[in-house]
């Protein structure tokens, strides 16, 4: 008998609570969120022509399939110990997701707002099957997120959009597990989507926290990308009508734009953009090469290493993990528009053997 056991993974509160604002008595909402793999990535490198040692860090493993679950046991379970029987958000469909979920879980109210129209088939039937009370506003994300916050103003139901403090801490928990899977080191480059901006934050915090409490010894890069049609950060203004195949970074007025400058700049990393093109081609390559499926959004990350590596911004024989933020399966209309389309036969072997030229 191997001496390997499979134990339970208990979620990162317990796992990494000593970093976040919890007690003993803060009833912990989990559904086993994090732990997700780092996977490394060596065709994929090879696709870049890039020297390096590459993982993808594969958060679309979640239980809900993306990172959010990360900052929502946080988010779920402050709000559960502070007595709160509601919960909101404005999403661009993981977010809702996510918080649809966690409060089923909890017992509590979920109510979403999303964008009409452009959230991801998976996403939505998330919100729907877990019993949120799903509206879809005649708008975009930040459209919705002003009048989430205003209503959790003059409300009792709480936020648990990533404003909520303890969703960044929650998150946090990705760049605590990226170093201990790497063997209590940081990666040279960290790169990730930027949609609202509070994923970059909370990565930028954790590996700050890490490297405070003596588990690593030194800071990695942060490197951030925004959809071409959605980059306020990149352009310095806000975008008053953001467009991207990447739906979930369709964002033209982040939250944590100032957050996500201060780790672009204190880490002495970049916040750029990458096109659609580029975005879908890396979904593509990720997935073939890689046998990882993410969705657009998440590509952004590697479309970005490959904008990166063109330009010259990282070194040869360095260790670099891009996030995969999200699953693929949550939005099937996008792969399926843009992969190639299965052939068709007639239902027998030597039919099939002709399309496959066999
Ligand atoms: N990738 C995915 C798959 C996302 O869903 C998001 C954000 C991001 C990247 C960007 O992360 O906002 O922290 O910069 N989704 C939010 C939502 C906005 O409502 O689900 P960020």
Not at 302 to 316: D, N, T
Not at 318 to 323: A, K, L
Request: glycine content about 10%; proline content about 6%; aromatic content about 6%.
């Amino acid at each position: 008998m191997s001496s390997l056991s499979v134990s339970k993974w208990p979620g990162i509160i317990k796992t990494y609570g000593d970093f976040f604002s919890v007690s003993k008595k803060t009833p912990v909402v989990t559904l086993q969120e994090g732990n997700t793999p780092l996977i490394e990535a060596p065709r994929l490198a090879d696709w870049l022509g890039a020297e390096v040692e590459l993982y993808l860090k594969y958060d679309g493993a979640n239980p809900t399939g993306s990172f959010k679950d990360r900052g929502m046991t946080m988010a779920v379970s402050k709000a559960r110990e502070a007595g709160s029987e509601a919960v909101i958000c404005a999403s661009t469909g993981n977010t809702s997701a996510s918080a649809a979920a966690f409060a089923a879980h909890a017992g509590i109210r979920a109510v979403v707002l999303i964008p009409e129209g452009k959230i991801a088939l998976g996403k939505l039937a998330q919100a729907m099957i877990h019993g949120a009370e799903v509206v879809q506003i005649d708008g975009n994300f930040d459209e919705a997120l002003t009048i989430v916050r205003r209503l959790a103003d003059e409300q009792p139901i709480t936020l648990v959009n990533s404003i909520n403090p303890f969703r960044i801490e929650g998150q946090m928990s990705a760049a605590f597990e990226v170093c201990d899977q790497l063997g209590g080191r940081p990666p040279t480059y960290h790169l990730l989507p930027v949609g609202n901006a509070g994923n970059i934050t909370a990565y930028w915090r954790g590996y700050k926290a890490y490297r405070e409490a003596g588990r690593i010894d030194r800071l990695p890069v942060m490197m951030g990308f925004q959809a071409a049609g959605s980059a306020p950060i990149v352009l310095g203004h806000p975008v008053a009508k953001p467009e991207t195949v990447a739906t979930a970074i369709r964002i033209g007025n982040p939250a944590s734009w100032k957050f996500a400058e201060a780790a672009r700049d204190e880490s002495g990393g970049r916040i750029d953009m990458v096109t659609d093109e580029e975005i879908l081609a890396a979904q593509g390559k990720i997935a073939s090469l890689e046998g990882v499926f993410c969705e657009p959004a998440s590509a952004a990350s590697v479309a970005g290493l490959k904008r990166a590596i063109a330009a010259g911004w990282v070194e040869s024989e360095t260790t670099i993990v891009c996030t995969l933020t999200g699953h693929g399966l949550k939005d099937p209309d996008t792969a399926i528009a843009n992969a190639p389309k299965p052939s068709k036969a007639p239902a027998t072997m030597a039919g099939v053997c002709k399309v496959l030229g066999l």
